[in-house]
């Protein structure tokens, strides 16, 4: 008798646990909450977010002081069994504000608080994050997004940007003064550039298309890909374009 009843136990748990893993199970969406602050003497962005889409723009006005403007919106989707879960209790459980170490690097990450083993069985919670950052034209910029879109405007310096799957899009409107690297999974870069820029290019697509109406880029066309790589402009080109898009395209136009 007490291993039946062990037994109706064990079965009613794992009924439980593959209702939650079904995709029966119902989904929610809490609020979006919004945070807004200000950093300063800032030299470095690093921004990790698992999903969202991530906005950077270099402001010259910001470039005398280091001042980083931060707006970070966040929600959260709740799958649970029947729906018992609140969405809205677990939105103050993503931790997404960013922090300024004393060498001036600014981190954004995306973390989820310690919940209970209850709660981590048969609540799945999915974050969402997106920012908007306004910073110094030439601060180093490092950026990855999992799933989401990244814009990034008027940062001519250094800048590191990876996608799992989403669009890139760069806007240099005074050019490439630095090391500008994008890594694409799986969809576009579009990088808009003064039409009389100059700029050292290493560009490539595994599976896809790369197009430069606007520029004579030495295009390489394979089977599936392109590479392109190359000099536009004269020998003092100070600026690197190097990007790596796995399945998508890349398209280099003039502004």
Same mark, same amino acid.
């Given at each position: ?79 649970? #069994?029947? +729906? ?6 677990? %939105?103050? =459980? @993503?931790? !997404?504000?960013?922090t300024i170490n004393?060498? /001036? ?49 008027? #940062?001519? +310096? ?6 799992? %799957?989403? =669009? @890139?899009? !760069? ?6 003064? /630095? ?28 599976m896809g298309k ?9 295009l390489q066309h ?34």
């Open positions: 008798m007490q291993r039946t009843s062990k037994l109706r136990i064990v079965t009613m748990m794992l009924v439980m646990i593959a209702a939650v893993l079904l995709p029966g199970c119902i989904k929610d969406s809490s609020k979006v909450l919004v945070e807004e602050v200000e950093l300063y003497a800032a030299t470095e962005l690093s921004i990790s977010n698992p999903l969202g889409n991530v906005k950077v723009a270099g402001a010259e006005v910001n470039n005398n002081d280091g001042m980083v403007y931060v707006r970070t919106e966040k929600f959260v989707d709740a799958y649970s #069994l029947f +729906g018992f879960a609140s969405p809205d209790e677990y %939105v103050d =459980k @993503v931790v !997404a504000t960013p004393d060498e /001036g690097k600014i981190e954004m990450g995306v973390e989820m608080a310690q919940r209970s083993l209850f709660e981590r069985l048969f609540v799945r919670i999915v974050p969402h994050v997106s920012r908007v950052v306004e910073a110094p034209t030439l601060i180093s910029t490092d950026a990855e997004v999992q799933f989401g879109d990244m814009e990034l405007r008027n #940062l001519p +310096g250094d800048v590191n940007a990876v996608v799992s %799957v989403g =669009k @890139v899009t !760069a806007d240099s409107p005074i050019g490439v003064v /630095g090391e500008q690297r994008y890594d694409i999974n799986v969809g576009e870069l579009e990088l808009r550039v003064p039409e009389g820029a100059g700029f050292e290019y290493d560009l490539s697509v595994d790369a197009e430069s109406n606007d520029f004579d880029l030495d394979r089977f599936m890909g392109v590479r392109a790589s190359g000099l536009k402009g004269g020998l003092d080109t100070p600026g690197l374009v190097a990007a790596k898009v796995n399945i998508g395209a890349i398209a280099v136009k003039a502004r």
